[in-house]
Every structure is written in C-alpha cells, then in structure tokens.
C-alpha cells in the first residue's frame, strides 16, 4: 500500500532554514508528481510546492524564491528546502500523491518558526 512519511521538522528562528523529506512507497515513485501542502492552526490546508514526474516545479506565491522542491527517484524521496522562514510558514507540513485516483497523504511533519 501507498506510505509517505515526513521527517525533517522542528523549531527554527525566523530567517533559518530547514529541509523536509518525504520517503515513499508502495508504488512506482518516479512516474508520479508530488506535492507538499501545509496547514496552520485554524487554516485550511494549502498547496506549497509540486514537482512533477519530469521534476518540474511549481510553488505557491508566499513561498517563491524561499522554498526549493526536489525529488530523488534513486530514493523514492521528494524534499522541501525551506529557507529565510518567516513565522507565517509554522504549520504542519504533509506530502502527498495522487495515485489511481486517490490522494494519499503522510502523517506530517511540525514547522514552527519563532524566536
């Protein structure tokens, strides 16, 4: 069966960085565009970052410029650099697939950003 699981989060100041992974199985990894969505207390969850199965990329415009998706289809694992977080990027972090018409998702992975 289709897993994803996030590792790669914690509390870091405002102006830091942090790289989140995603390790993935259960299907063909590398034929599949994945996704890291966000969601902040109180908000719904929201697109961040897609990089397709020919690692094209796409972000969401808050994040443009500070955030770098990538893929290792070698390691069946998509990452998100995140660098210069700000306060508004605290959220729990999740990695998703759409896989024969299903969309899975990880357990998530916690960000905050405070000094």
């Known amino acids: 069966q289709v897993q994803l699981v996030e590792s790669g989060g914690g509390l870091v100041q405002p102006g830091g960085s942090l790289r989140l992974s995603c390790a993935a199985s259960?299907?063909?990894?590398?034929?599949?565009?994945m996704s890291w969505y966000r969601q902040a207390p109180g908000k719904e969850r929201e697109l961040v970052a897609v990089?397709?199965?020919?690692?094209?990329?796409n972000y969401a415009d808050g994040v443009k410029g500070r955030f770098t998706i990538s893929r290792d289809n070698a390691k069946n694992t998509v990452y998100l650099q995140m660098n210069s977080l700000k306060p508004e990027d605290t959220a729990v972090y999740y990695c998703t697939v759409a896989w024969r018409g299903l969309r899975y998702w990880g357990q998530g992975t916690q960000v905050t950003v405070s000094s």
């Open positions: 259960g299907f063909t990894f590398s034929r599949y565009a």
């Open positions: 990089i397709s199965s020919a690692a094209g990329t």
